[in-house]
């Protein structure tokens, strides 16, 4: 089965910046996305297509692309972006979807 | 305002079968392929399923395979999950999910409903 693998944990201090990577083999071929869950909340889309921001995120999200790793950086980190962060994207044949190990943001 | 409202969880026996429903309002149901998503108790968010627009194509993951079937009604803005032959790890909330004009992500997502198969 396809796979992406997430560090499980990033720590960052408020106003630095946070890096997640996200690894999976179709990754050249796939677009991939970034979901923010809070604790009791459902998952609230931040990137989509590697790259674009959906109206209403912050600018601080930015996403970027590389081979077989997306990346989801957030520059100047708030408390309130401590929160579980899950890459996804699908297969080679666009039929099955994925989600990574996710990450977990701790704020200092 | 769109909204995706889950319903039809509870404790189920393993081996038993339990229907959920994602009630949509606020945009045009029969536009957009709506997908299935798990998250068990402690544990990351996984992909059930998904259905096209129109419901003439379906997939799932290969842990529930030939145990549980999507489908919808677009007549009544609806999709849902039929789950058979349950067991105690599909124990997890359940989130059905918008996804948008193809390849711009899952943009709404419901309150997910709870799932508990226990005896």
């Known amino acids: 089965s396809y796979e992406l693998t997430q560090p499980p944990a990033v720590s960052v201090s408020p106003g630095q910046t946070a890096r997640i990577t996200c690894s999976g083999d179709a990754l050249p071929e796939q677009y991939g996305y970034w979901y923010q869950q809070k604790p009791g909340q459902a998952p609230v889309l931040v990137i989509y297509k590697d790259s674009e921001r959906p109206s209403g995120i912050p600018e601080r999200f930015s996403g970027s692309s590389s081979g077989t790793t997306v990346t989801l950086t957030i520059s100047g980190v708030q408390a309130e972006d401590e929160a579980d962060y899950y890459c996804?994207?699908?297969?080679?044949?666009?039929?099955?979807?994925?989600f990574g190990t996710g990450t977990k943001v701790t704020v200092l | 305002q769109v909204q995706l409202v889950e319903s039809g969880g509870g404790v189920v026996q393993p081996g038993r079968s339990l229907r959920l429903s994602c009630a949509a309002s606020g945009f045009t149901f029969s536009n957009c392929g709506m997908h299935w998503v798990r998250q068990a108790p402690g544990r990351g968010l996984e992909w059930v399923a998904v259905?096209?627009?129109?419901?003439?194509?379906?997939y799932y993951v290969d842990s529930v395979k030939g145990r549980f079937t999507i489908s919808r009604d677009n007549s009544k803005n609806t999709l849902y999950l039929q789950m058979n032959s349950l067991r105690a790890e599909d124990t997890a909330v359940y989130y059905c999910?918008?996804?948008?004009?193809?390849?711009?992500?899952?943009?709404?997502w419901g309150q997910g409903t709870l799932v508990t198969v226990s005896s």
């Open positions: 259905i096209w627009y129109d419901g003439s194509k379906k």
């Open positions: 999910a918008r996804d948008r004009p193809p390849g711009m992500g899952w943009d709404y």
């Open positions: 996804q994207s699908a297969d080679s044949s666009s039929t099955l979807f994925v």
